[in-house]
């Protein structure tokens, strides 16, 4: 059984497009969140949502959009897909009770906009 | 500035070779985590540290947060090809509604046969 699974896999694109990304948890965690992870492998929160509320927007340009529509989803939504966005996007989840939380990362989406 | 610097950020050995990576901070933290990521995977949690001093061990893997906790450490005894992959140390700074993963720039290890 997967724990956290996200699809597309891959998902090569041009710029200017609109792409989604869609992930699930099935470990009855409160918390979801997505990553990027460049091509240094420097690995970056950009969201984060507990029981389906917004708790962490980074620095994200708006362009990004994540929707969780129950506690067990976290889709992210990107419009005019741009040349820098290529990278390794992963979802994770957790159950926030305190310092040390695991966190379990679902296998990631290599995104590459040409 | 990266708050957590981990060195070194490549290390290529043989496999018996026994090896040490390191993160290093200038900030205390609660609480520290190492994860292992490897090729077309997420990363995996490895081992949570807590306490200043800790040593916790996982099989031929040592991990050790530093007195102060600003630093810790990884040592891998008799590294073997499975051992190869990108060793991640993590903090996590606790907000009002929830916690955030910080992560360093990781050790990339390559262990050959």
């Known amino acids: 059984d997967t724990a956290v699974s996200q699809t597309p896999k891959y998902l090569v694109t041009q710029m200017g497009n609109d792409k989604s990304i869609k992930c699930e948890q099935n470990?009855?965690?409160?918390?979801m969140y997505w990553y990027k992870q460049d091509s240094k492998k420097f690995l970056k929160i950009m969201f984060s949502y507990n029981n389906k509320e917004l708790i962490i927007n980074e620095t994200v340009p708006n362009r990004f959009s994540p929707k969780s529509p129950d506690k067990a989803h976290l889709n992210l939504h990107i419009n005019s897909l741009e040349l820098g966005d290529s990278a390794v996007y992963f979802c994770a989840s957790s159950q926030v009770v305190g310092r040390g939380d695991t966190q379990y990362f679902g296998p990631g989406t290599r995104l590459t906009v040409l | 500035t990266q708050l957590l610097e981990q060195s070194p950020q490549f290390l290529s050995i043989q496999e018996g070779e026994n090896l040490t990576v390191y993160c290093n901070s200038s900030?205390?933290?609660?609480?520290l985590q190492w994860y292992r990521q490897e090729p077309g995977e997420g990363p995996v949690l490895l081992v949570t540290v807590v306490t200043g001093g800790e040593v916790k061990k996982l099989k031929r893997l040592t991990f050790q947060f530093g007195d102060a906790r600003k630093d810790s450490s990884l040592h891998i005894t008799a590294a073997q090809p499975g051992d190869t992959g990108l060793y991640l140390c993590a903090v996590t700074f606790l907000g009002t509604s929830g916690s955030r993963l910080t992560f360093g720039e990781g050790t990339q290890l390559t262990v050959n046969p």
């Open positions: 900030s205390v933290f609660s609480s």
């Open positions: 470990l009855g965690h409160d918390t």
